[in-house]
């Protein structure tokens, strides 16, 4: 519930997401149980406990080749932005992507043509400042308040490519070793 509420205001009042209606608790939960079967989903907490964001990783594309790359999101509480929670997170989550063997880290970000009240450039710059660049840039392709947004994305190479690529593990199978990740976070 906490990481819907701050999903729920992405939905309503940005082009951030393409989402028109804002989920029920039980699809959200079962979205993040989706995640879970083989990749991270991580929560931040603020000292006194709060829920003040959250990031995932999921399947860049279904097919085999593409099991090396991850495509990532991170939501952070409206009133928690900018104070470096997103970079924390998305930190975390690299670091954990490279323990599963990951290589490629995407992002597919919405992007105005002009920045509005609903949308500006601040994903992109944030991914810039990650270390992500641009590799494509899809035009007029989502349509949310009665305007057209573009859809770009961004990548970040995280892993060493070989020509005997290891398999990727499932994220249960490093828990234990995240957990000390997450103890020094």
Known sequence: A??????APYVRETAITFEYDVPDEREFAARIRHVLE?????????DDGEIVG???????????AYQWCAEMSVYVKRDARRMGIGKMLYTAMEEILRMQRITNAEACIAMPNEP?????????????????????????????????????????LIGEHLADQPPVLRFDEIRDDVRKIADIA
């Open 2 to 7: 906490a990481l819907l509420a701050i999903y």
């Open 54 to 64: 959250y990031a995932y990783a999921g399947a860049f594309h279904p097919r085999a």
């Open 116 to 156: 509005d009240e609903h949308l500006t450039l601040d994903s992109v710059r944030f991914h810039e400042r990650m270390g992500y660049r641009m590799v494509g840039e899809f035009r007029q392709c989502g349509f949310k308040f009665g305007r057209w947004y573009n859809m770009v994305w961004m990548e970040k």
């Open 38 to 46: 083989k990749f991270p989903y991580l929560v931040a907490e603020a």
